[in-house]
């Protein structure tokens, strides 16, 4: 008789603790449970109701349109924007200089212009080594020559070492009235027709 009992007290067991955790379970209807049956469970996980809406992805741009144009909120854009097409025009400053056997020159570091806004030579940081070493010397612009449509290729600098070598230093000055020397092309051999372009 024990052992019958016992057999229907084990099978009965959890009948009687799920209706006791039935009757004990919070009437709030909208709080979700915190886990399965007697709270041992895993966390139970959110409904697509429960979860916030997603933002939708913004529409892409238009093909051909600036990645900075058209977005909401952003001044329009001036009307007196130009464009320089690639190859039309590159940078300059810390590009390589060599010279016509390839050998390296230095580092353009800055550009000297007229009162007209051209050109007329580049300043180049020449000779030493790491750094140490270095003198400024500035060249005739006339003898540069540039690939805008490669702007990983040097500047090709139509001068010799030793002829880069042989002139001043750049030294800028705070006096306008001083005049800057600049390396120019070599002087023509006897008997050569004169350049004829020379900066006017």
Known sequence: MMVGLRGQWRLGCPTIALVLLLTAAPAHADSPPVGGIGGG????????????????????????TPPDVGKKGDPPLPKNLETLE????????????RDAVGEDMGLVVDVLVDSDGRPRAAIIDFGGFLGVGTRKIAVDWRLLQLKPVDPNAPVLLSLGRADVQAAPEYKPSSNPGQPVVVAGPPPPSPGAPASSDAPK
């Open 41 to 64: 469970g895993a966390p139970a996980t959110a409904t697509p109701q429960d979860q916030p809406a997603t933002a939708p992805a913004p529409a892409a741009p238009e093909p051909g």
């Open 86 to 97: 690639p190859g039309e025009a590159i940078g300059l400053l810390g590009k390589k200089v």
